[in-house]
């Protein structure tokens, strides 16, 4: 009652104070969570906080370096709470208590500095479908979780101990939900057993423990062989059917992606190496250690999904309808449509520089951690010897290449005016941006080096989704060199190497595609001719004929014409041969954001959407020459 009349639960309200309160670094919240929580009942006012009729129902507070240590019963008044993440901080302390949220289904605490032991109030949770407590310093046993409505549940590299409960809910969840504890033992780990530890109740011996005395570890020892010889048998035979298993898994992947797209599939005939079936007994060897070589190795020919929000198994994707999305330069795109579930991007690469599946892992991971509203999450990845695979998430509204190019001069086209080229610009600029800066100390994905509209998508809200970021370190060299972006620009051409500016030259071609709805020789599908618009640009402004350059979509928004101006000066200032008089990302951030983007609706409704005068492909503009 109280929150359909003021736009917020007073109770709930001062729980979240009293939560910002314990951080000890605050501010960015201090700013947003100001004034009306939960306007008018649903919209929500605040940062990371949704709301219900009034009530709150998710806290989301990820990755903005919040640290402090939060009350027991810091959640005890949000009551209807059914999504908490505070992801990605450096929240120390022990857990909450959580037995006042019976209605929480998703918690994510992962990538934090929790201790102490995990609360056993999430075993009273009923709906709990998601537990990610991994990356923190949690000790102590599992409890026995049994809800039957868990679907994720992560602890790994944490310092738990003890035996993994055998309860139906947790005996679901593989080794890669416990890995890095180096304490637990039991089931999923074939290859550990909790001997050791029932042995010797006293201290905490660890499964590998070789620390005892020599005359106890002998007669231990003779008690211990059969009970090796039952494990050696066990583990043969379960071997045996991991062998049988993928030897299924990988026929039938094979079978989907060579049915399903058959025009596709002529061009792109896959060879799944059939050595990697008959698995060697070196390779399950690993199993038994924790490192990331026997974690890869696990992981090998299944999904592996890298987030919470999406998780289904390989059989599901088998059983997706599939479309092919395109031919890429380093592999074929398709989107699957799953039974009842998530649409999802299927990229198969190819032509990458020979990693180990540990390389390969490594490095996706690496790039998959780079997270920005502007820059499309890598959900998951497969791998075999032969074949590699990532998950992306669909964006529904396609390409960018598609939104400028796509329908010209057909009376099915919608404009696309300036306002949203222009918040395009800027989607761009801000993920670029954040490669540039944020991650700047990941090897693996800076600079972008593809950077052309193929790979600028657009989500269901048409807000930009860069993809293929790091794309540049799963790659082979001299591939990359034929066919990526960076690769001619001009100080590639003039000296072999591309840098951040590379991608600034980049960025400068695609606010001319963007400005002139002309194709660019960098997007170009195969049979289509694309200009070097960088060079014709020049000609283009150095002959005054200014009014020519830009789309009549939007060239027509006169009042729009001096922004137009300014971003066409930002462009050609990133074009410019020498790279040191290229801007940097912030100066090229700053004034992309500075330019007006407001036309008034009179100037939008003008039909001017059919104009046949730009052909798809303009041959003139192929000879950088402008075509009049
Ligand atoms: N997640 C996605 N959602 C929607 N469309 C996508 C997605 N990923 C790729 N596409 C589209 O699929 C097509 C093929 O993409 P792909 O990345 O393989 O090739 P490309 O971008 O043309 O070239 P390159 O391999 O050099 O990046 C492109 O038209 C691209 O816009």
């Not at 605040?46 to 640290?67: A, D, H, M």
């Not at 080096?449 to 860069?466: A, I, M, P, Q, Y």
Request: include cysteine.
């Amino acid at each position: 009652e109280e929150g359909s009349r003021i736009g917020y639960h007073g109770t709930e309200r001062d729980a979240l104070l009293a939560i910002r309160a314990e951080f000890n670094n605050p501010k960015f919240l201090q700013k947003s969570w100001n004034s009306l929580m939960c306007y008018m009942n649903n919209t929500p006012n605040w940062y990371g906080i949704s709301c219900i009729n009034g009530r709150v129902t998710g806290l989301v507070l990820e990755n903005l370096g919040l640290t402090g240590k939060l009350k027991a019963n810091a959640l005890a008044n949000l009551t209807q709470l059914q999504t908490l993440s505070f992801k990605n901080n450096s929240i120390s302390g022990n857990l909450m208590n959580f037995s006042n949220n019976q209605n929480l289904k998703n918690i994510d605490l992962s990538g934090n500095s929790f201790d102490g032991e995990i609360s056993p109030s999430l075993l009273t949770l009923h709906s709990l479908e998601s537990l990610q407590v991994q990356n923190n310093k949690l000790n102590g046993p599992i409890p026995g979780f049994n809800q039957s409505t868990l679907k994720v549940f992560n602890v790994s590299n944490n310092n738990l101990s003890g035996e993994i409960p055998s309860t139906i809910a947790l005996q679901k969840f593989g080794p890669s939900s416990y890995l890095g504890n180096h304490d637990l033992c039991g089931p999923p780990f074939t290859n550990t057993t909790c001997t050791t530890i029932k042995d010797n109740e006293s201290s905490t011996p660890t499964p590998s423990d070789s620390s005892h005395n020599e005359s106890s570890n002998s007669s231990k020892l003779s008690m211990l062989t059969p009970i090796l010889v039952v494990i050696n048998v066990v583990g043969i035979v379960v071997l045996l059917y991991l062998v049988i298993y993928y030897f299924r898994k990988t026929k039938k992947l094979k079978k989907m992606l060579m049915n399903k797209d058959t025009r596709l599939m002529e061009v792109d005939k896959m060879e799944i190496s059939k050595t990697e079936i008959t698995t060697t007994p070196t390779e399950t060897r690993s199993v038994e250690s924790r490192s990331l070589a026997s974690e890869v190795e696990l992981e090998k020919g299944k999904l592996i999904f890298l987030g919470s929000e999406i998780n289904f198994e390989l059989d599901d994707l088998l059983r997706a309808s599939a479309e092919g999305l395109g031919k890429g330069n380093f592999g074929n795109c398709y989107k699957a449509m799953l039974v009842d579930g998530p649409t999802v991007v299927v990229k198969r690469l190819r032509d990458l520089k020979p990693l180990t599946n540990d390389e390969f892992v490594r490095q996706v991971r690496a790039i998959a951690d780079i997270k920005h509203p502007n820059l499309l999450p890598i959900l998951g990845y497969y791998h075999t010897r032969g074949e590699k695979l990532l998950l992306l998430k669909s964006a529904p509204n396609g390409s960018l290449y598609n939104r400028i190019h796509g329908g010209k001069g057909t009376r099915g086209r919608i404009p696309f005016r300036w306002s949203s080229r222009l918040s395009v610009a800027r989607g761009i600029a801000r993920a670029l941006e954040h490669l540039h800066l944020n991650a700047s100390s990941s090897q693996f994905v800076v600079p972008h080096g593809n950077l052309k509209s193929t790979n600028v998508l657009l989500d269901e809200n048409d807000d930009v989704r860069v993809a293929d970021f790091g794309l540049t370190s799963l790659v082979a060299l001299p591939i990359a060199t034929q066919r990526m972006v960076s690769y001619r620009s001009p100080e590639y051409l003039a000296s072999k190497k591309v840098s951040k500016k590379s991608d600034i030259w980049s960025f400068g071609c695609l606010l001319l595609e963007l400005l002139t709805g002309r194709i660019s020789s960098h997007s170009a599908p195969p049979g289509v001719t694309g200009a070097d618009l960088c060079s014709w640009v020049h000609r283009a402004v150095r002959e005054e004929w200014t009014a020519e350059i830009f789309d009549t979509e939007i060239s027509v928004q006169r009042s729009a014409n001096s922004g137009m101006l300014k971003l066409l000066q930002t462009a050609i200032s990133c074009c410019d041969k020498s790279p040191e008089k290229r801007p940097e990302v912030s100066e090229l951030l700053r004034e992309v954001e500075s330019i007006n983007g407001v036309v008034p609706e009179s100037e939008d409704e003008d039909d001017l959407s059919f104009s046949l005068d730009q052909s798809m492909t303009d041959d003139s503009l192929a000879t950088a020459t402008p075509s009049r």
